[in-house]
């Protein structure tokens, strides 16, 4: 089951690398085929909080109005007890966030690189993977 998380994690990967995130066309994509759970609701409606339980940290942009202008595909991958924790983007390859208030910085920085301070909302992901010891359920995709 690992092989099968680990294989799933690295196609979303690419996926998003080679720009292929899922956005209609006529013909089904290789995103469209990967397994997911999406987490909607209304604007406030209490999604973040929801990410933020399972992961265990506070990392996500907090505000009035709309704050989440990208989609954000998120992939937990649990480490060896002992291990320091921390987070990394795609965009950002190799490097390595322990401050989690740094992992909320960088996405809505990332998020005004790609769509302005205009408030614009994107369909063009963040893809965020954080590594942790921690927690009871086995991370895997999310």
Known sequence: MDNLISLVNKIQRA???????????????????????????????????????VVGKDFLPRGSGIVTRRPLVLQLHKLDEGSREYAEFLHLPRKRFTDFAAVRKEIADETDRETGRSKQISSVPIHLSIYSPNGEVQYGIL
């Open 15 to 53: 996926c998003t690398a080679l720009g292929d995130h899922g956005e209609a066309s006529a013909l089904p994509t290789l995103w469209d085929s990967l397994p997911a759970i999406a987490v909607v609701g209304g604007q406030s409606s209490g999604k973040s909080s929801v990410l933020e339980s």
